[in-house]
């Protein structure tokens, strides 16, 4: 083993940024994994000398070395590049209004540990960033790894961001997380640490475009049903935000004119209709009309408390009722995506969120939403499906922004 | 002058294909004009040393020149890269279900001669793309060019493309234009012209995306309210056609459940009540019921055929029936484009097409419609305004997609 393989042999001082074609090569590096100069030349469309340039420079750097031998054809058998495992270290946290998901990996994207935890985002920034640093310190501590070696941080988070400075904006479920310098937090334990922060829908719709169904769809749609409905857009094999980064923002979307009235004050907002919270209102004035037993029986059981839980239940052991809302939920959100399978012509759509596995009559009836309202050529080669990594797409999407993200961000 | 200056020195033998990077190059300078080989690295985010490889390549090639001096920042003064005006000739077409407008330009962009001309395209392919080739073959004759010099084909047409096969697809106004091969047609009279068709409304938007409103614009949509309704987007700088070449297809969103069946089969479709048929319908209604007098007058005049022009002349003589109408259709334009401000995020929204221009009311009712519905963040920043470009967008786009994709397109 050469000396840059310990562990503790790269101090970083600061972090450092790439021009674009570099950056470019390591995304498709980390993209497709670990490939030969000629093939990640086809991938980008460069000329071989210029990769050549390109991946001697990432070598410099220690970022990129050549490893093992790719498959020949003939001539002298080329190498591959791949990251170094050791370069640095990345932790991605996919934060949810009551609980909390982290990865720490190497710089191949190897995960090392993980931790999950209960929390409650509205006891403040403070508090919750207090407690996601000490896990943090912790794996470091388990790896032998000084706080020096984490060259990366990636954070969704449930709430709207500004992308480029890093900050909530007026988040409505995050009460004293407005504008709160996330990137200045990590950075005085971290020194070395890019952080970037991004919406939760994003994060899950970039987990999915690099390690789940999306790996090889350019345009598709991650949508996540839970107490709002909102969506994450990959645009080219990127993640399009929007001018104002607020691009997926679909649950004031009208789904019904004549529906009921939103927090936002509007009219029949899909989230004012087939989220969450809706689900549970209806599944309760069943309860009080007397129009379900089932659902009746899980109201006594939760104390008052239903919740779409309680309604995927009942649906599951024949509630007419519970069936009917979760139904309903899938039609109006299948009619609204009709509009933007129009619109976008994506190849693909996953719908994500604690609300979507409520029971596969949801699915059924969101495709039937869809395929009722779109032109026929817009859904010839169109899938509709729930997330392929479940609970994971939100927190291996934050490792991918941490990794992306690690020589691009000024900070 | 040096020889390769003379009109006829360039012999094109067959289109050449460029490598992505040199491509690039050159829709930047086409986009923002002559600039210094600093400047073209600084747009495109290279190297200084890739941008004098690039420069120097395409120097050689005859496609770009060096002229004049960019202004000095104190050391040797700087020449600017610009296109050869006589590397190659262009034409540009926007094809209309009832009109043709052509532009004659040089590889500059400069145009050398228009011409404008009614027809039927429900004639038939090979009849128009005769007209057409006419056209053309009497340009070059004015302009004393063989048929070799042209290498650039745009056509913007109204009905569906598969752009990469540059053919029209079940177009439904355009019969006998189904798979025509309007490229091989076009190659038997001008052999090294690349032929690249697309869709009107892309073709606008690229129009107000290089020549209009759309200069500083990264993300926007342009909307052609006429037969039909379309958008045309423009997403990360460029246009956005979909998976299926089918994005922007809005003319079939619902708009109203309750709403009247379209001819897709559906109801409530935006087009169905938006559109110029419909607004005609409307007025024909009032007529019938004896509510407007104005109208009246003009259904006599125009032998029983209201079209949307006399909607728009009874608005402005007062008519509130007529003026109804247009806020009506404005209003329900507004509130699909508000669902898509919500998942786009765009900068800017541009109206377009022939029911564009019934009147103030129209606009100011779109905008109504939009605002009401959407996120205060997403249309902090949206500019919402009828097409800078009137008539032009579509021809002066055509132009553009032909520039565009003289090196691209492999033929």
Known sequence: ???????????????????????????????????????????????RSTITTISQDLIDLGIVEEIGDAVSNGGRRPRVLNFRANYGYIVGIDLGATSLDLVFADFNGIILERASTILDVRQGAALT???????????????????????????????????????????????????YPIRAFFRESFPNAVVTVDNDVNVMALGELRAGAGIEHENFIFVKVGTGIGCGIVCRGEIYRGADGCAGDIGHICADKNGPVCHCGNVGCLEAIAAGPPIARRAIEAVH????????????????????????RAAAEG??????????????IGEVLAGLVNFFNPTMILIGGGVSGIGHL?????????????????????????????????????????LEHVFMVKT
């Open 1 to 47: 083993m050469i000396a840059q393989s310990s562990k503790s042999s790269l101090i970083h001082t600061s972090p450092i940024a790439l021009d674009p074609s570099k950056v470019r090569a390591l995304i498709a590096l980390r993209k497709f994994g670990a490939m030969s100069r000629t093939d990640l030349a086809d991938r980008m469309g460069y000329s």
């Open 319 to 332: 509630d007419a009722i519970a069936n009917e809302i979760i139904r309903d939920s899938g039609r109006a």
């Open 129 to 179: 960033l207090n407690i996601i640093r000490d896990l943090i310190i912790d794996m470091l501590n388990n790896q032998n790894l000084p706080p020096t070696c984490l060259v990366a941080i990636g954070l969704g988070v449930p709430g709207p961001v500004d992308f480029h400075a890093g900050l909530l904006i007026a988040p409505p479920i995050m009460p004293g997380w407005d504008a």
């Open 289 to 312: 009309a007397g129009r379900s037993p089932i659902l009746s029986k899980y109201y006594q059981m939760t104390d008052s408390r239903l919740t779409s839980v309680e309604v995927s």
């Open 362 to 402: 949801f699915l059924s009836s969101i495709r039937g939403g869809i395929l009722q309202r779109s032109l026929p050529l817009s859904t010839r080669n169109l899938r509709i499906d729930t997330t392929s990594m479940k609970q994971d797409a939100g927190v291996i999407g934050a490792l991918m922004l941490a």
